[in-house]
């Protein structure tokens, strides 16, 4: 079974600050993603990434970064958290573009 | 752009109840369709998915027929357990080249014994 986790699990953060959540699948998914859940909004795509060394923007990546290092680990990075970036971020991979996206746990960050 | 409209908020059942959770889409040619499920403390996971009209989606109870001529995917199960107290969410992924799932906002179902 698809196996993706992320650390840390939870996070406080400042304002301003720079904030890494991490992702690690054990899968060899070529596909993985970045997704934040708000309330009201269900689940929207920030980044995603086809291939290590290289990432794509999704549809909300403004003061997100993303890097994948390797096959089996992506990502995001807040450089300045703002207020506005508190929510529920999740990873999930998959073996191609057209196939079931598992998700990891989620990490609950909270910007003061 | 694609969208998906489903039921709002929260829907409050006994354990058997009959459970109707709405989904409609909005989007460019023929997507493929799916219902995801979030237990608490988790990610989303898939329950099952379809693909063209008329097909038939259905895991652990739970069913939904993709109705291109309505453009709906509403989830049903006859009889709900306490254990079924999740979050759903309706998505779609449109065809061509597209990658992206595009989810509903979510609906919270709790069931009571």
């Known amino acids: 079974e698809a196996a993706v986790t992320q650390s840390p699990r939870s996070k406080v953060a400042v304002t301003g600050g720079k904030v890494t959540l991490s992702c690690h699948q054990t899968n060899n998914h070529d596909y993985m993603y970045w997704y934040r859940q708000d309330t009201g909004h269900g689940l929207r795509l920030i980044h995603y990434s086809y291939v290590a060394d290289s990432t794509e923007k999704g549809d909300i990546p403004d003061g997100y970064k993303a890097s994948r290092p390797s096959q089996e680990n992506f990502s995001l990075i807040l450089e300045l958290a703002s207020l506005s970036q508190t929510a529920v971020y999740f990873c999930?991979?998959?073996?191609?573009?057209?196939?079931?996206?598992?998700f990891g746990p989620g990490t609950r960050l909270l910007v003061l | 752009g694609d969208s998906v409209t489903q039921t709002e908020g929260q829907v409050a059942l006994s354990e058997e109840d009959f459970l109707t959770i709405h989904c409609n889409y909005s989007a460019s040619g023929y997507p493929t369709l799916f219902w995801y499920v979030q237990y608490p403390g988790e990610g989303p996971q898939l329950l099952f998915r379809a693909s063209r009209d008329k097909e038939k989606g259905s895991s652990r109870g739970f069913e939904a027929t993709y109705d291109k001529g309505t453009t709906s995917f509403h989830l049903r199960k006859a009889s709900v357990q306490e254990s079924d107290s999740a979050v759903y969410y309706c998505?779609?992924?449109?065809?061509?080249?597209?990658?992206?799932?595009?989810f509903g906002k979510g609906t919270l179902l709790t069931v009571t014994p």
């Open positions: 998505a779609l992924r449109s065809g061509g080249s597209n990658y992206k799932l595009t």
């Open positions: 999930a991979s998959s073996w191609d573009r057209k196939d079931t996206q598992y």
